[in-house]
């Protein structure tokens, strides 16, 4: 069997992922293992989408407390341990990509958990909580024990390096009612992501970069874990009330992938800023570039360093 090396020089990783992206046939089912090196090589070599199964120990601790022992959600849980934190909702429909191909920002409101579950959860059509930052929101003895990413996504040069800088994270809980969905996109500052389907079923599109026309779906059920490859446009639609745990992570062999995301919205910064004849500062450009791509240069020869010193 193959088993990818995160050493392998940038030509040859090049290489090799717009080549399975060319030959890319379908969607693997994999199985967890405790190393992670089947997942490692779909993901830091090949950077194609798989479902993986089995992945349910590190999720043991959250299934038990978000989930009755028939399998529906535990409100109570929700209600006692999270009623008073703040949580983002945004429309349920499907968002479109602007002229320049980015994810359009679409409206949040924050609520308290407590509305969510009396109130807006009660109309699908159209409210969606999503990005929302559970962990960075619980005391750390609460978070460390909630779960564990899966093995293969344990080295993550992202968001150890954003805990440092402003307190920020990739965490996410995402919490849909039936229907609701995520438009075209692909994932902030070309990361890769993971994400586990406590409860509900998600029907994914990906669209190979290779060529575009070429589509590939897949459901995602309870208990199962999908890989986002980076740089690939992908839906995502909840067929039922769904609740899932979602991280975008940066290992070491893919920030080549981070950096040529930086330099696209480097030069989309300048070039808007020549055509309105704007004569902008370093900073100012920093702070463009974070909202664009959730990375400004300096953040990214930061963390590139942090990461080389550790």
């Not at 299934?63 to 209600?79: K, M």
Request: net charge negative; aromatic share 10%.
């Amino acid at each position: 069997g193959f088993e990818p090396s995160p050493s392998l020089n940038l030509p040859s990783r090049l290489r090799a992922r717009q080549k399975a992206a060319e030959s890319f046939a379908g969607v693997e089912t994999l199985q967890a293992t405790a190393s992670g090196a089947e997942e490692r090589k779909h993901s830091l070599h090949l950077n194609v989408p798989c479902v993986v199964q089995g992945s349910g120990a590190g999720f043991e601790s959250v299934t038990r407390r978000w989930l009755t022992e028939d399998g529906r959600i535990n409100e109570s849980y929700f209600r006692k341990h999270y009623g008073e934190l703040r949580v983002p909702l945004k429309p349920a429909s499907s968002s479109q990509l602007d002229e320049d191909g980015r994810a359009e920002d679409l409206p949040c409101i924050t609520v308290t958990m407590l509305e969510w579950l009396d109130t807006y959860r009660y109309h699908p059509d159209k409210h969606y909580l999503k990005d929302f930052h559970l962990l960075a929101s619980l005391p750390s003895s609460s978070a460390s024990d909630l779960y564990s990413p899966p093995a293969f996504a344990r080295t993550d040069v992202l968001n150890p390096f954003l805990a440092a800088y402003d307190g920020g994270d990739y965490k996410f809980v995402y919490w849909g009612p039936l229907g609701s969905a995520t438009g075209l996109h692909s994932d902030v500052a070309n990361t890769f992501s993971w994400s586990y389907n406590v409860v509900g079923e998600k029907e994914w599109v990906f669209y190979n970069p290779s060529d575009e026309s070429r589509q590939v779906r897949l459901t995602q059920r309870s208990g199962e874990l999908v890989f986002v490859p980076a740089g690939w446009k992908h839906t995502v639609r909840n067929v039922t009330e769904t609740i899932s745990i979602n991280h975008n992570w940066v290992h070491p062999a893919s920030i080549d992938l981070v950096w040529e995301c930086v330099e696209v919205e480097v030069r989309a910064v300048e070039e808007e800023a020549k055509k309105w004849g704007l004569e902008m500062t370093v900073p100012e450009k920093e702070r463009m570039l974070r909202g664009a791509c959730g990375l400004s240069v300096s953040m990214f020869f930061f963390m590139a360093l942090r990461a080389c010193l550790e």
